[in-house]
């Protein structure tokens, strides 16, 4: 009598760190590339103003961050965009939280949540402008109203459809209702959680370059509404490079975060 030999599939070694980090650099910036490929021969091809090529916009970017043109601007957007997204971020938990809880809450808040969801974010510029003045924190509002909303219907919709059974059977426990939150509810919703922060991430950036632009004309959006004015289309295309550039690196720092963060939920 012969015994069946189960046949293994044959892995390689399991990749490196650096490995990883290499493959993940290639995946996330190779449509990046190719772009800047066809935007390259575009703009070789049609030689129109407003399109120059992308080779050009890189080396006017270069010229606009060490002659001292964007430098002193970048670091007062970055700061608006911090704190008007870590604001944002906490009310938005917060409330988002407490409507996916409660049906009174959602009911009293979701119709005005959804609206200024929807309404455009600098149609409240010159109420910001009259409370706040030309100052930070009108910069700051404006971040706040196209980040939060969106965070805080993803988190009540992440809270709503929490497994109904498993808060049953923790409440036949004993379990608190704060031990529950903490324990059941927030690893469930924390993927739709996550998904709605990464949306707001990118709603914060929209809005710090429309405040900068249309309020304020300071920092990044300001310098670009300037060239804008001029017909400055290269440095225009310099300034829109370097926030695609931030928002892409912002994006991969909160996918990485979820990662290890999903890890530590599971």
């Excluded at 935007?39 to 270069?62: C, D, H, T």
């Excluded at 109904?164 to 209702?177: D, F, I, N, T, V």
Aim: proline share 4%.
């Amino acid at each position: 009598m012969t015994s069946a030999v189960q046949k293994r599939p044959i892995t390689g070694p399991e990749p490196t760190a650096i490995e990883r980090w290499l493959r993940d650099l290639s995946s996330n910036w190779g449509g990046i590339a190719l772009i800047a490929l066809f935007w390259e021969i575009a703009g070789r091809l049609l030689n129109q103003l407003w399109l120059p090529p992308f080779s050009k916009v890189v080396a006017r970017l270069w010229d606009l961050l060490t002659d001292g043109t964007l430098a002193p601007h970048i670091l007062s957007s970055l700061t608006v965009l911090v704190t008007g997204f870590a604001i944002a971020l906490i009310f938005g938990l917060i409330i988002g939280t407490l409507m996916g809880l409660s049906s009174w809450v959602n009911a009293a808040l979701d119709i005005y949540v959804n609206s200024f969801l929807f309404t455009p974010g600098l149609i409240f510029a010159p109420i910001l402008f009259a409370i706040f003045g030309l100052s930070d924190a009108t910069r700051v509002s404006v971040v706040v109203i196209y980040a939060m909303f969106i965070i805080i219907i993803n988190t009540a919709a992440a809270v709503r459809h929490v497994d109904r059974p498993l808060l049953e059977m923790a409440a036949s426990y004993g379990a608190s209702r704060w031990t529950a939150l903490v324990r059941i509810v927030m690893p469930d919703a924390f993927p739709l959680i996550i998904a709605g922060i990464r949306m707001g991430v990118g709603r914060a950036v929209k809005g710090m370059v429309n405040g900068e632009m249309f309020i304020a004309l300071v920092g990044i959006g300001g310098q670009a509404a300037k060239f804008g004015k001029q017909f400055d289309f290269t440095s225009v295309w310099a300034i829109s490079v370097f926030i695609m550039v931030i928002a892409v690196i912002i994006n991969q720092s909160v996918s990485r975060i979820e990662q290890r963060l999903t890890r530590w939920v599971g």
